[in-house]
């Protein structure tokens, strides 16, 4: 009777995704360790294949499965078959305590590559071919990195693309950063409206972009806090970018920009710089008017409720500061918000002061895009004097002993470049007619033009712009008497005073 052949297992593995995903790698290491097995006489009971696992690491799925089925039958000495020593792992360590680890789980280490011993010449061999392996990894390592750092000093980004971007391939490009819309413009319009303070705080950004339907939100319905922040402060929205890790400096993208590098500046001005009340949390769209009307007789903003009468329940705003002449004395929503209406229609400026206006607006759009030649030297003069001020910090680079000192330098050239930038930005542009500048301008006065009626249409987030645009402070209303006089942000100042003389505005 013919004895039992030995059994056998495979382990197969690739690390790159291509191979899974082409087929190349594991189906031909299984074929050429089924051919060693026919072979040797081996049975093979078990394959154990990993698939895009680096060799690296040494805790994998498949080896885990793998040295359990070898410690349940650890009698039967079962042969482990591995194609190449490099497919067992990557390097001189993790080769080392795999190779213990399936000879103290029973199994024995075979592959048609390589002759596995016991004795010092075969354990020289085999730590050899550990080594060279290792090597190869490494150097792979170190060839991706150096075409990715290439590809990104050639300004085209190769990292996970963030929300607006996606990555496409275009013609001798490669694959390179593109708008995703309407992602791009909803990005877009969150940003430019924080670095114009449309929005105040982040808070009202993430408002913004939980509003909108086709943003990526959580299970809540919410947009993280943490990703609002992320979003402000990427420099590549503005089609610039950095890489400290790889010693890449500022760099110009090959891709569209979301917004300009001056307006990526303004945010993180206004992120860094002088600090921002928190929005309220206590503004609803019951009561619009909340914090932002305050007591005559003691200047405390109102507060607002609901009261219960016999067929339901009423809107008051009222003075709760004891001590007050009027404290605990109720205002109906309702006649507070129509005279706060009617202030409004006041101040609304006319439509032939509209008319004219809007017809300034275009004169000096055209004035200012034809005085070219002395805007684009003195933009010209101070890139100069930025060049000069970073080859002076890098003379002083040079000879600087003191870490610290050398830190503050490149600090300062980096704030230099950022301003060369910007000036770059302008100098670019200087000249042409920004149709888009022209259209954000006429925008903004068609809102100075018609308060009234985006205060009446418009939802909390509109109405509470309203306020903000409108009036320079909060304004101060008594019981007895109404509102007093408004003072008017600067905007409506200019236009009452310049309607004094031409009768500008709704009588």
């Known amino acids: 009777m013919k004895n039992a052949a030995k059994k056998a297992v495979i382990y197969c593995r690739v690390s790159s995704p291509e191979q899974v995903k082409n087929g190349h790698g594991l189906s031909s290491q299984e074929t050429r360790c089924r051919e060693f097995a026919r072979h040797k006489k081996l049975e093979v009971v078990e394959v154990f294949?990993?698939?895009?696992?680096?060799?690296?690491?040494?805790?994998?799925?498949?080896?885990?499965?793998?040295?359990?089925?070898?410690?349940?039958?650890?009698?039967?000495?079962?042969?482990?078959?591995?194609?190449?020593i490099s497919r067992l792992a990557r390097g001189v360590k993790a080769h080392l305590e795999l190779r213990i680890a399936i000879?103290?789980?029973?199994?024995?280490?075979?592959?048609p590559s390589i002759e596995f011993g016991e004795d010092s010449d075969s354990q020289l061999v085999e730590n050899l071919l550990a080594s060279v392996s290792q090597h190869q990894r490494q150097k792979n390592a170190e060839q991706v990195k150096n075409r990715m750092r290439a590809r990104l000093m050639n300004g085209y980004w190769i990292l996970c693309p963030p929300r607006g971007y996606k990555m496409e391939k275009r013609g001798t490009h490669g694959k390179m950063l593109v708008r995703d819309e309407p992602l791009a413009s909803i990005v877009q319009q969150a940003l430019e409206g924080f670095a114009s303070d449309r929005f105040s705080t982040p808070v009202e950004v993430k408002k913004y972009l939980e509003e909108q339907p086709v943003f990526p939100k959580d299970r809540k319905g919410e947009v993280h806090m943490q990703r609002v922040l992320d979003m402000l402060n990427r420099q590549l929205y503005s089609g610039?970018?950095?890489?400290?890790?790889?010693?890449?400096?500022?760099?110009?993208?090959?891709?569209?920009?979301?917004?300009?590098?001056?307006?990526?500046?303004?945010?993180?001005?206004?992120?860094?710089g002088r600090a921002k009340a928190p929005t309220r949390l206590d503004i609803s769209h019951d009561f619009p008017l909340r914090g932002f009307v305050t007591c005559d007789c003691c200047g405390v903003p109102m507060k607002s409720c609901w009261t219960k009468g016999r067929n339901g329940k009423?809107?008051?705003?009222?003075?709760?500061?004891?001590g007050c002449e009027h404290y605990g004395k109720s205002i109906k929503r309702d006649y507070l918000e129509d005279e706060f209406a009617m202030l409004l229609k006041d101040i609304t400026p006319s439509d032939s002061m509209v008319e004219m206006v809007d017809d300034m607006i275009g004169k000096l759009s055209h004035l200012k895009a034809g005085d070219v030649v002395e805007q684009r030297r003195e933009l010209q003069h101070q890139i100069d004097l930025i060049e000069k001020k970073v080859e002076q910090f890098l003379d002083r680079i040079a000879v600087a002993d003191s870490t610290i000192l050398i830190t503050s330098y490149e600090r300062q050239i980096k704030n230099l470049e950022e301003q060369r930038v910007v000036l770059q930005e302008k100098m670019q542009n200087c000249g042409e007619f920004d149709k888009a500048v022209d259209?954000?301008?006429?925008?903004?006065?068609?809102?100075?033009?018609?308060?009234?009626?985006?205060?009446?249409s418009g939802d909390i987030t509109t109405k509470r712009l309203v306020l903000k645009a409108t009036f320079a402070r909060p304004l101060a209303y008594d019981r007895k008497e109404g509102y007093r006089t408004a003072a008017l942000s600067l905007p409506f100042s200019l236009l009452r005073e310049f309607s004094d003389t031409k009768s500008g505005l709704v009588p």
């Open 439 to 456: 259209e954000t301008a006429r925008t903004a006065f068609r809102f100075f033009a018609k308060p009234y009626q985006l205060w009446v």
């Open 240 to 272: 610039y970018y950095d890489y400290p890790e790889w010693n890449i400096g500022l760099t110009k993208g090959q891709h569209e920009p979301i917004i300009s590098f001056e307006t990526y500046r303004r945010i993180q001005d206004k992120l860094h």
């Open 103 to 111: 000879r103290d789980a029973g199994g024995v280490l075979q592959s």
């Open 49 to 84: 294949s990993e698939e895009g696992i680096s060799g690296s690491l040494i805790d994998r799925p498949a080896i885990t499965r793998m040295l359990d089925y070898l410690r349940q039958n650890k009698n039967e000495e079962i042969v482990v078959i591995i194609d190449d």
């Open 314 to 322: 009423y809107p008051y705003y009222l003075c709760q500061t004891k």
